[in-house]
């Protein structure tokens, strides 16, 4: 595999350990911070994510609008630099508003994600690039495994030692990408950067123009919105179902990544060869109803650790819709339409994290009607249900599946 690859991919696995390395002690810093109980925690957990959220949802058309102006290098290196520096600040904060600056500075440079992909997308032939799409999932799958994992180890030395981590990590592989990442933007594809599409709205008006994609934005935003319960409530729902401290979390996370990473990067290349990228999302999505459903009301921590991967198992309908849609648009267009999929992303990030977190303590505080921590995936069942139905409906559009 050629080295710019390979940095793309551990670009993407560096991200997620970065994001799973701070899961599992997020419920003690929080409480650390503002002196609250679990509910609250959540609460604030949930803001602090929203916000993060915001930034991707604003920068995220912005820097692939800009990667298609001034390259695919520049906005990656730069980020990571910035990065490393945005976890330096949260491993001193002592203040909650200290923690919500460092999410802002993170939500920015977390937008580079659309970036990685575009990177992707500008190397790979129109009939792989779903699969290398996987690629980049399984990556984030990888690191969604070393995060957690070493997450839950290093918070056993408080709760700041992941953050100092993510930081060295982000920095190192900034190191990396100065040595090893050519260009690809060259002339002959390079585009003015313009307010107009770099804007999220501008960026969904302007690929909103193509037959049947609106629709697929649509399917995209409902299961984020479901998926983000994992990162949004499963520490918070680990300790109030299964008594479960940060080491438990992060194993039980780290049991999800290496399901995700064995799912998009092999067993989505015998599911789209056999099903095709439509049967494949209608695959993931019907998959993906029984497993909200089981962990709604599963009450064993043993049982949850079976289910937790087994759930991994609907990871496909991702890079199935990426696919799709990488094909409607033109090669000129990558970077927008990876930056505005970054943003119906960060707009599922926005809704989530408030949602999920709000349903949880809701159902947990100390005068809750009814004392029930996995009502968050029921609502993720419900909204995975809607998304099959609108991913079902007659299509009047000329997007091919």
């Known amino acids: 595999m050629r080295l710019p690859v390979v940095f793309i991919l551990i670009t993407v696995m560096i991200d997620a350990m970065g994001v799973g390395l701070i899961i599992p002690v997020m419920p003690d810093l929080i409480r650390e911070v503002t002196g609250g109980d679990l509910a609250n925690a959540a609460l604030w957990g949930g803001v602090l994510a929203t916000v993060f959220a915001v930034m991707q949802f604003l920068f995220g058309p912005v820097i692939g609008n800009l990667s298609d102006r001034y390259g695919r290098r520049p906005v990656l290196l730069i980020s990571l630099v910035v990065m490393a520096a945005d976890y330096v600040v949260m491993a ?45 999932g399984a990556a984030f799958g990888l690191g969604f495994v070393v995060g957690p994992l070493l997450g839950g180890l290093l918070g056993e030395w408080g709760t700041r030692a992941p953050f100092w981590a993510a930081a060295a990590l982000a920095g190192a592989n900034a190191v990396l990408g100065y040595f090893v990442l050519r260009e690809t933007v060259t002339d002959a594809i390079r585009r003015p950067f313009d307010w107009r599409r770099a804007n999220p709205l501008g960026a969904f008006r302007s690929l909103g123009e193509l037959p049947g994609l609106g629709r697929l934005f649509a399917v995209f935003f409902l299961y984020q919105v479901a998926f983000f319960v994992y990162p949004a409530v499963w520490a918070y729902f680990g300790q109030a179902r299964f008594g479960w401290n940060a080491g438990m979390i992060g194993l039980s996370l780290g049991l999800f990544g290496i399901m995700m990473a064995v799912v998009q990067g092999g067993l989505i290349r015998l599911i789209l060869a056999r099903l095709g990228e439509r049967g494949t999302v209608i695959y993931g999505l019907v998959f993906d109803v029984f497993a909200f459903g089981a962990l709604a009301f599963v009450t064993s921590g043993t049982v949850a650790l079976i289910l937790t991967p087994l759930a991994a198992l609907g990871a496909v309908i991702t890079p199935a819709l990426q696919g799709i849609m990488s094909k409607a648009v033109g090669d000129k267009r990558q970077g927008e339409l990876q930056g505005a999929l970054t943003s119906v992303g960060a707009i599922a990030m926005i809704v989530a994290p408030m949602v999920m977190t709000g349903v949880f303590a809701q159902y947990t505080r100390i005068d809750a009607p009814v004392y029930f921590p996995g009502a968050p995936f029921l609502l993720s069942l419900g909204l995975i249900v809607v998304a099959l139905v609108v991913f079902l409906a007659p299509r009047r559009g000329a997007v091919a599946a």
């Not at 919500?100 to 190397?123: E, F, K």
């Open 92 to 136: 001193l904060a002592g203040t909650v508003w200290l923690l919500l600056i460092g999410r802002i500075i993170g939500g920015i440079t977390a937008a580079t994600q659309s970036t990685a992909s575009a990177y992707m997308a500008d190397i790979s032939d129109p009939e792989k690039k779903a699969q290398n799409f996987g690629l980049v």
